[in-house]
């Protein structure tokens, strides 16, 4: 047992505010001194334990809390969805309450989160209710686990300790209120609230996910391993679309830029000085000359940037890849086609090669090959057949090939 969580702390007060939720949030210093008693019983004997509060009162009791050595519940489950969907509108995508510099506080107490057991699931409400320009539609499931990356750029680099719902690395999208023995959404009703949920353990199949997962383990080891995203000095520039993080350490200094909204816009990256700086999930470098010359982002895109070259994470390939890495996939032809389809590639070496269908919502279709083949060129054909043995509906799907450890993923369309 590394600490103590508690539920619903304000709740252990002598005062009598039953039926005024107000007065109950309020400054109670009788509430203080139990919470300290408990506390102090905790790190007399261990120290280091955590001692964590769902608290939800009023600042003014909370910032003496959190002196007193105590880390609070942060909630910030609005702002952060309404980013993630795209509603930028008078500041409801502002996240700055994550910050405890923010609240006046002393100390990086606030835990911060974005889903919790009560709040409902980001997914969720991206992929039914996200918003959309164009042709950019946030309710698409590979653009709704994109903006997931582009949340926790945002969520993670932030000084401060966080808490991850279960699931999420990995862009869980049923709703709170999910009832399993109906297979339907119940608003409102708390029974179900608190009901089992679908595990999807095959969503670690999705390479859609996989990626979300893999840059959530990326910007974790950033905040365990690197002191600048410790650091307490730093600002946040949330309070619109295209928003921004600076940190300023001796380590090294870091500029985080991010494009909330649907269309593509440009952002003054405001970076602390001149010189190289680098990304650090493509690895490539850019010499800035003007710290304010403009940065064209596309819709969901964002950047972190650091004046001290970092190694670069491998984060998996993606429809939204970061990356540079060099093309497996030669051709596959015919494409458009109603029957089957080449898949080329070359070979430097004997290797494994998996080769998976999927369509646009993620869902596996077909296992076309899983294997080893030899070096030279390769031609695996698709014929158009789902893994029970049925030819596959119209439309676009997703060939997704695999050689040792890099994907690719090109588009089909099944006439």
């Known amino acids: 047992m590394d600490g103590y969580r508690l539920d619903l702390s304000k709740g252990l007060t002598q005062n009598n505010t039953l039926g005024n939720v107000g007065a109950w949030g309020q400054y109670d210093q009788s509430r203080i001194d139990i919470l300290n008693d408990y506390a102090d019983a905790a790190w007399s004997v261990n120290p280091d334990a955590y001692f964590i509060l769902e608290h939800f009162a009023d600042n003014d009791e909370e910032v003496v809390l959190s002196d007193d050595g105590m880390m609070l519940w942060g909630n910030i489950n609005y702002n952060y969805n309404e980013a993630t969907m795209g509603w930028n509108e008078s500041g409801k995508s502002n996240f700055s309450w994550i910050s405890y510099q923010q609240r006046g506080w002393n100390?990086?107490?606030?835990?911060?989160y974005m889903e919790s057991h009560d709040e409902e699931r980001l997914m969720y409400k991206n992929v039914s209710y996200g918003n959309a320009s164009g042709g950019y539609n946030i309710q698409e499931l590979t653009?709704?686990?994109?903006?997931?990356?582009?949340?926790?750029?945002?969520f993670f680099t932030?000084?401060?300790?966080?808490?991850?719902w279960q699931f999420g690395e990995l862009g869980y999208d049923y709703s709170k209120y999910y009832d399993m023995e109906t297979g339907q959404v119940v608003e409102g009703d708390d029974g179900v609230k608190?009901?089992?949920?679908?595990?999807r353990w095959d969503y670690t199949e999705d390479f859609r996910r996989e990626v979300l997962y893999n840059v959530y383990s990326a910007l974790i080891y950033l905040k365990k391993e690197e002191p600048a995203?410790?650091?307490d000095d730093f600002s946040l520039n949330v309070n619109n679309a295209m928003k921004s993080i600076h940190l300023n350490h001796s380590s090294m200094n870091v500029t985080i830029l991010g494009n909330f909204d649907v269309v593509t816009d440009n952002i003054d990256p405001?970076?602390?000085?001149?010189?190289?700086?680098?990304?650090?999930?493509?690895?490539d470098s850019i010499d800035v000359a003007d710290v304010n010359a403009e940065?064209?982002?596309?819709?969901?895109?964002?950047?972190?940037?650091?004046?001290?070259?970092?190694?670069?994470?491998?984060?998996?390939?993606?429809?939204?890849?970061?990356?540079?890495l060099p093309s497996i996939i030669h051709a596959i032809y015919p494409n458009p086609s109603d029957n089957q389809f080449n898949i080329a590639f070359s070979l430097s070496e004997r290797t494994v090669v998996k080769i998976n269908i999927y369509n646009l919502s993620g869902q596996h279709i077909a296992s076309v090959y899983n294997g080893k083949l030899s070096p030279g060129k390769q031609s695996i054909v698709w014929n158009g057949l789902n893994d029970t043995g049925d030819k596959v509906n119209q439309g676009m799907y997703l060939a997704e090939v695999m050689v040792n450890g890099q994907k690719e993923v090109k588009k089909l369309i099944v006439k």
Do not use: C
Not at 158 to 164: D, E, L, T, W
Not at 298 to 310: P, S
């Open 270 to 283: 405001d970076f602390q000085h001149t010189g190289y700086w680098y990304d650090y999930f493509s690895g």
């Open 158 to 164: 932030i000084p401060g300790p966080k808490m991850i």
């Open 295 to 324: 940065i064209t982002l596309n819709a969901g895109q964002y950047k972190i940037y650091t004046d001290v070259k970092l190694e670069k994470p491998e984060i998996g390939i993606g429809i939204n890849d970061h990356s540079e």
């Open 229 to 231: 995203f410790s650091t």
């Open 143 to 154: 653009t709704a686990l994109e903006r997931q990356q582009l949340a926790a750029a945002f």
């Open 107 to 112: 100390d990086p107490h606030v835990v911060g």
């Open 194 to 199: 608190v009901s089992p949920k679908p595990i």
